[in-house]
Nanobody
């Protein structure tokens, strides 16, 4: 069973930066993703990165501000978040796609709160 442990969340001011980490157990997975869920809203995709070639994708609302990266040796994925805005406030979740069929394992989430 895959275990995903997120860390790095916290309370920051608008314009600040945070780096989230997601440590995964087991092997290198097909894809790693970051998602977020704000109060009263549905969970939404933020960014993903393929475990093999490192190809990354981003939601339009984070392009130019967030960067996803991975360290395969540590089986850890990072989300560098710069120029944070109050609307980035959410619980951020890490997920992995084990079989190429979609994200099928999730972490417990880490809270990010951005004050104005």
């Amino acid at each position: 069973q895959v275990q995903l442990v997120e860390s790095g969340g916290g309370l920051v001011q608008a314009g600040d930066s945070l780096r989230l980490s997601c440590k995964a157990s087991g092997r290198t997975y097909i894809s790693y993703g970051w998602f977020r869920q704000a109060p009263g809203k549905e969970r939404e995709f933020v960014a993903s990165i393929r475990g093999g070639d490192g190809y990354a994708r981003y939601a339009d609302f984070v392009k130019g501000r967030f960067t996803i990266s991975r360290d395969n040796a540590k089986n850890t994925v990072y989300l560098q978040m710069n120029s944070l805005k109050p609307e980035d406030t959410a619980v951020y979740y890490c997920a992995v796609d084990q079989l190429g069929l979609g994200y099928d394992a999730w972490g417990q989430g880490t809270q990010v709160t951005v004050s104005s």
